[in-house]
């Protein structure tokens, strides 16, 4: 199994004619994701690549069944967007684009709560369920099915070291990106909560950075009695306090942000702590062995 | 990103909470007129820990008001000189306290802090009582009141901080404020409640709406010497730091996971710097190039970009015309890797460049090359 | 209340609204250089109409601003004189629309209302089309493209728009606006949409959050007598008619309701004035009497209030006591009725007044003594 | 009967230990409104006059049941007392405080809807059931029971024209201030629709103002084929076009807002409009007679 996203999902583009939208289509549909409608004001009743454009999301989730959005759109109309989708019916929206006022964010994340949906995002690479489906631009030979439940603050980080578990045999249930901003859609917690509930997650990778609370969270999932095993690579061990570090959350404000007390704190719960990328691979197979 | 104290008052005077009536000193032969004294001479710098390190002095006349002046125009404080100070009326009060409002992840949007001892020592002291809120809408007297009533005592208080917390959430959320702090928040002898210092931190990505902090994004640039200014508009994060191996990277846990690997090899990495924005064309590179290549202090280039949207053959295009405009001989090292990497041997061949397989091979070659440079 | 266009104008582009790129003209002497002509050159008052009354004027060079400036400055648009003009570039556009967002009962909070045709004779054409909000977190962007659809046939210019129209909604809310209305909003040739002209409306009893409706409202004062100051001061409602029965009363209604009486009966009102704040004090009432003493118009001041938390008792002390410090021998007629009004009569014999059993009775006695005045 | 008021409202005093606060329990609770509780932050376990003062408003209504709400606050505290009564279980909450912010105003009528609770106000003199009870300053003497349903959007006017009821002997069974307000917790309308419903009104006198949209609304209900008979007096023919007449709802913007639009209007709607004060009593037995 996985979390979130299989074949079953059937997702709606909001701004399928952009030229991401257009990407999308092709390269999401062609990794087996079940795109049926997209949205695009203005250009309803034309198609992208035999997907119909509609002038809004009631309509497309009306004719289509649709249940699930995938967000391109500019950085400043996501939050319409997104909402749109939400109040139009989709259970799950995933909004990748970075450059996101936090308030258009914490607005979001109401609006799902309010209506019974996730947001997973933004600032975030999206989510790939290895073999079934993938909503967002990782590069596909990353990945490969199997026992490992990724969540990733970053995204190119999730390609490297999806890459390198992948080489080394290691598939994935779901590879998760829950982004670099202060707010998300769908924290590390609520990640962990749902790698909990798999049964195909034999264990968990966490890939978390210097500051914010999410390591917390890792934490304190992995010291309950019944955790799966986790892994962890934190980075950002050379970065400067009191510097932001390209995402908005990821700066060592207080000392609890750094990788030293995370580090610590997560080896405390019983996380296998990765001293680095090279090490990742060796703790992934140990978290695995541990769930044997 | 953060602004100065007397722009945080200004902005705390417009939406109704009461600050000192300062003057602001741009330069330290141009000195205000003040009818009272004594004031408090305050260093106007971003930078945290300035009470410690003597930014902010009593003065008590106008001879002491140039000496002072003097005095902190010419202190750096963390990396920074003051431009301008703020000259405040030094004003009694009762009680200290710190009030603020930031945005929260477990909070789900906004919360609010409270201690009811404010002042420079907040932070080693009993951590401040939460309020988490969500989105602004849902601030509510009475939850605030719920968390105030085990932590302060005085009852007229507590409602003139429910009040004032309440308008700081509105702003925040109308302002596009990730922070706004009032430390030290004090109580004058009528009870009233005045912001004896602010501190807001805007949200960089709200520019659009929001001309204050379109105005702070230009003055901050126009701060930056000309390379960096230029890396800056093309939308680059960076942060510089004192190694000899640069880094040119994507995404910012991708550049973190590098910077590290190169320091556990045995390297020091010069700088953060993710190229993200505008990833795949010439130009989007260009000025990170400039940036490095007019610094003294770097050795070694490294190039590593593991890209998903962003696809490599047009990465790796753009870095053979980049390689063409340099005129300095300064080593680059190459690791791309994802969408279209199959592509980038053939483009590469063209300029006699190399892709290493990954990144443990990369770091190495840089590492090698910065020693022996 | 409103603000001059070029406040509304600051206004709307600190919070992301393109507007022109104008310059203000504060006297006709100290003229701006221009560094493009045409330009428009434009009265900044707040009466309506003030295109059609010549208030906005195309010039070319600088020989005619300085005549332009000068007639401007020399115009009464309504029943004010300009203090400040504007010269805004003259920009080419392809379309002229309106775009407003105001309070709305029947939509329970905001409104926003569009019309695909803008400029001076919006009202007389066909009515906007309107989307009802509530409150302002409510906007939908799928609410509004649904409204816009019916009429507005450009896509691309439906969703800019809605841009617009949300942040103008958020910005409503956050300022204390009861009004923001952009007309003409023209689109340029780029496609992109800029405010040419703008009237906003801010909510006066915001004044304690937004020190842009506490700078109107001093301004405001400032700008009246010193008589209209203490009234206002006082937090009296007045408005001046041309008739020469003054009345003092409590309450608009009530007021409203005299006023027309006063009408009915064959007199002429010379004011509206609501006393309602401060009802039973005698500073309360002080600066109403000394207005109107003052108004050589008015002949004859009548008392009509009827008090339900305002105790007669004590409005008759008041009056009792206002009368005692009052020079003019201009008549007063009292009609006082509500909570303990039966106290009244024992107060007034005390200075020889007498209460009026109704308004009939108080309105008739009024017109009698205007007429003998 | 009566609409929303009568001596079965357990009544809330939010800022009990005021003067009006004070004030209200000694003359409302003397006319015969059940007050039962107080709220005045830091003063809770105290008593004004035997009524029991809370910290806040849930606990005031889990100890007494409360279920209506009378607020006496300054102004820029309206919108927190309201919506804490609210939510603390409050079906109907009357605030008569003028020098509202009307978003505050939005905002309560907001939660109240979300909450399935009624506001009354603000700039209202508030609601009374003559002979039942009363949440205001009216004047007792002014009121009495009978058969006409009052609507006002002014506080004096209510009070002059239901003296003038009085003294004719037309009882009332309820007067409600709508207040004049641009946003009202309750509209003409929906008064009018709860009049229509109480099988005690037999007629309605609506007090009306230049301005606003309101007499649109009693327009379209005397309109219908079963409505009852109304009477109607609208004051400010005298005012001048673009003047705020105290109330910020009372100005003569569009040709629609003028005493003659209105009357015309209510005229044509079957409305039988006073031509002045004075003639209000003919018209309001005349409204009686119609409903005989």
Redesign the interface.
């Known amino acids: 199994m996985s979390i979130l996203l299989d074949q079953s999902n059937r997702v709606l583009v909001m701004g399928i004619t952009g030229n991401?939208g257009k990407?999308f289509v092709t390269d999401s549909g062609g990794y087996g994701t079940t795109v049926v409608a997209g949205v695009s004001?203005?250009?309803g009743g034309t198609d992208v690549d035999g997907i119909p454009v509609f002038?809004?999301?009631?309509a497309a989730c009306q004719a289509t069944q649709a249940d699930t959005a995938m967000v391109f759109v500019p950085?400043?109309?996501v939050r319409?967007?997104a909402?749109?989708a939400i109040?139009?019916g989709c259970r799950l929206v995933v909004a990748?684009a970075?450059?996101?006022?936090?308030?258009d964010t914490?607005?979001i994340?109401?609006a799902a709560?309010a209506n019974g949906a996730r947001l997973v995002g933004p600032n975030s690479?999206g989510i790939i369920s290895p073999g079934k489906a993938k909503m967002?631009?990782?590069?596909s030979f990353?990945f490969m099915p199997g026992p490992m439940g990724v969540i990733?603050?970053?995204?190119?980080?999730?390609?490297?070291s999806s890459?390198r578990l992948t080489q080394a045999h290691i598939g994935q249930t779901t590879v998760i990106g829950i982004g670099?901003d202060?707010?998300?859609g769908t924290?590390a917690a609520e990640a962990m909560a749902l790698f909990h509930l798999d049964p195909e997650t034999r264990a968990i990778l966490y890939?978390g950075?210097?500051g914010?609370?999410?390591e917390a969270?890792v934490a304190a999932y992995a010291s309950q009695p019944h955790a799966k095993p986790v892994a962890a690579?934190i980075?950002?061990?050379?970065?400067?306090p009191?510097?932001?570090?390209?995402?908005?959350?990821?700066m060592v404000g207080?000392k609890a942000d750094s990788h030293a007390a995370k580090t610590r704190l997560l080896a405390k719960s019983g996380v296998l702590v990765c001293?680095?990328?090279?090490d990742l691979v060796a703790q992934a197979k140990n978290a695995l062995a541990a769930a044997a | 990103m953060m602004i100065l104290e007397h722009e945080a008052k200004a902005l705390l005077r417009s939406v109704g909470v009461a600050v000192p009536q300062g003057s602001l000193i741009k330069s330290p032969t141009r000195l205000p007129k003040i009818k009272s004294y004594p004031i408090a001479l305050k260093a106007q710098v971003r930078s945290g820990g300035r009470g410690k390190l003597g930014g902010v002095i009593r003065v008590n006349n106008a001879t002491a008001l140039k000496a002072g002046a003097r005095k902190l125009f010419n202190t750096t404080f963390g990396d920074e000189k003051p431009e301008v100070l703020l000259a405040d009326p030094w004003l009694p009060f009762e009680r200290e306290l710190y009030l603020s409002v930031t945005i929260d992840g477990t909070a789900e949007g906004y919360v609010v802090l409270y201690s009811p001892k404010g002042g420079v020592d907040v932070e080693s002291g009993t951590p401040p009582a939460r309020y988490p809120i969500g989105p602004a809408s849902q601030f509510r007297a009475q939850g605030f009141r719920a968390v105030l009533e085990k932590v302060e005592k005085d009852f007229q208080l507590r409602e003139k901080l429910i009040f004032l917390a309440q308008r700081l959430v509105e702003t925040a959320a109308a302002r596009d404020c990730n922070t706004i702090e009032i430390n030290p928040l004090v109580q004058l002898k009528d009870g009233s409640l005045m912001a004896l210092d602010a501190k807001i931190v805007y949200d960089d990505w709200a520019h659009y709406r929001n001309s204050d902090i379109l105005d702070q994004q230009k003055a901050e640039r126009a701060r930056a010497d000309k390379y960096l200014r230029a890396s800056l508009e093309m939308g680059h994060m960076y942060v510089k730091l004192d190694g000899d191996i640069a880094l040119i990277s994507g995404g910012a846990g991708m550049t973190m996971g590098a910077m590290d690997m190169i320091k556990a090899a045995g390297g020091k990495p010069a700088c953060f710097l993710d190229a993200s924005p505008g990833p795949t064309s010439t130009r989007g590179y260009k000025p990170a190039f400039q940036m490095l290549d007019a610094d003294p202090s770097i050795k070694v280039i490294l190039v590593s970009v593991f890209g998903g949207g962003t696809h490599m053959n047009r990465v790796a295009s753009a870095m053979k015309e980049n390689m063409a405009m340099r005129k300095s001989k300064k080593p680059v090292v190459f690791r791309l890797d994802g969408t279209y990497v199959d592509q980038v041997p053939a483009i590469f061949e063209t300029f006699g460049a190399k892709n290493h397989p990954n990144l443990e091979s990369a770091v190495k070659e840089a590492i090698k090359l910065a020693r022996s440079a």
Do not use: Q
Request: charged residues 30%.
């Open positions: 991401y990407f004001p203005g250009r002038e809004g999301a009631r950085p400043p109309l319409a967007a909402i749109e109040e139009a990748t970075d450059e996101m006022p936090v308030r914490i607005e994340r109401a709560k690479p967002g631009f990782m590069p990353c990733s603050r970053s995204g190119s980080l999730s390609y490297e890459k670099g202060p707010i998300k924290t890939l950075e210097i914010g609370a999410e969270a690579l980075v950002g061990k050379t970065a400067p009191g510097k932001k570090m390209g995402h908005a959350a990821a207080s001293k680095d990328l090279t």
